[in-house]
Every structure is written in structure tokens, then in C-alpha cells.
């Protein structure tokens, strides 16, 4: 049986090759519908994280490793596309197939980052930011 985007419980690192990393960063919304609250217990609305993401491709477009500012600017954006409702819709993909969230590449410059990469130790992305909590 074929795995769905909603059989996912992590986001892993979905390809790497050539220095060049993939997959989910944030997924705001299961292709069930299904709302996903993360580690920290936060959730996002694609909304804000659509938002969220443009201020980061227009002001950052780097990454580091595991949220140390030493260890920042080892990587470099190179793909990123934030999938809502209406780009799927105008894309041609039906609803419930995709979930609502960012998809991020990037190309790893550090060689010892790429290592780690390569090796398993990094096997997800995750993104640092600062942000206001609401109760809901």
C-alpha cells in the first residue's frame, strides 16, 4: 500500500543528493484536514504560515544546525514553496492529497554539515523562529 502525506508522523528529510536537501519544514494541515500540532505544542494556520515563510525567503534564505547561532549560514535556500488551498487548486491537485504547508530545498555549503546529513544524524528539518502564542 502506498504511503499518504497523512501517514507521516515526522517530517523527515525526504531526499539528499548532491549536497541538496528536501522535503516538509512545516505542515500546518494533514491532506485529511487533520490540524498538526507540533513537538512544542503550537500549531500554525496556513495563513500565518504562509506569511510566516515570505518574510523568511525575503530577509533570511540561509539555515545553520540545530538552532546554534555559531552554527548558522551552513546552508543556503534553494527551493521553497508554501502549498495552500488556492495554489492547489490552481496547480490541478485535488484536495486531500497535499497537505497545507512549506516545502523547503537547500543546498548544504558546510562539508562537515553535509556529513551529518549524509550520515543520518540530521533527518529532519526544523524551524526556528519567534512567534506569539495564542490560546485556542
Known amino acids: 500500500?502506498?504511503?499518504?502525506?497523512?501517514?507521516?508522523?515526522?517530517?523527515?528529510?525526504?531526499?539528499?543528493?548532491?549536497?541538496?536537501?528536501?522535503?516538509?519544514?512545516?505542515?500546518?494541515?494533514?491532506?485529511?484536514?487533520?490540524?498538526?500540532?507540533?513537538?512544542?505544542?503550537?500549531?500554525?494556520?496556513?495563513?500565518?504560515?504562509?506569511?510566516?515563510?515570505?518574510?523568511?525567503?525575503?530577509?533570511?534564505r540561509t539555515g545553520g544546525e540545530e538552532h546554534d547561532p555559531g552554527l548558522q549560514e551552513h546552508c543556503t535556500l534553494v527551493e521553497s514553496v508554501v502549498f495552500t488551498e488556492e495554489k492547489l487548486k490552481a496547480m490541478g491537485i485535488p484536495a486531500g492529497i497535499v497537505p497545507l504547508g512549506w516545502w523547503i530545498g537547500f543546498h548544504v555549503d558546510d562539508p562537515a554539515a553535509w556529513q551529518k546529513v549524509k550520515s543520518g544524524k540530521y533527518k529532519m528539518f526544523s524551524v526556528y523562529g519567534k512567534g506569539r502564542r495564542i490560546p485556542v
Not at 515526522?10 to 490540524?35: C, H, M, P, Y
Not at 498538526?36 to 494556520?45: A, E, L, P, Y
Open 1 to 60: 500500500m502506498a504511503q499518504t502525506f497523512d501517514d507521516i508522523r515526522s517530517f523527515k528529510i525526504a531526499k539528499s543528493d548532491k549536497q541538496l536537501v528536501f522535503g516538509w519544514a512545516s505542515v500546518a494541515q494533514r491532506a485529511n484536514g487533520e490540524t498538526v500540532t507540533d513537538w512544542q505544542g503550537d500549531r500554525i494556520s496556513p495563513e500565518d504560515l504562509e506569511e510566516a515563510v515570505y518574510q523568511y525567503v525575503l530577509h533570511f
